[in-house]
């Protein structure tokens, strides 16, 4: 798991048929293979781990 903050909406494609939207803005926990995708295509900044969250329970 990583903590990053998205800086452009994002989709991550966990498998074949299935989507996650991620907006610009959100910060919050997410799969280290999310992670390293979304910074990779320069949509999201990983940040430490104790930097407050927008995560909603």
């Given at each position: 798991?990583?903590?990053?903050?998205f800086?452009?909406?994002?989709?991550?494609?966990?498998?074949?048929?299935?989507?996650i939207?991620?907006?610009a803005?959100?910060?919050g926990?997410?799969?280290?293979?999310?992670?390293?995708?979304?910074?990779?295509?320069?949509?999201a900044?990983?940040?430490?781990k104790?930097?407050?969250?927008?995560?909603?329970?």
């Amino acid at each position: 798991m990583a903590r990053v903050t998205f800086k452009k909406d994002f989709d991550y494609k966990p498998v074949h048929h299935t989507t996650i939207g991620y907006k610009a803005g959100w910060t919050g926990t997410v799969r280290r293979e999310c992670a390293d995708a979304a910074v990779a295509a320069g949509a999201a900044e990983e940040i430490d781990k104790d930097a407050p969250s927008t995560e909603q329970a």
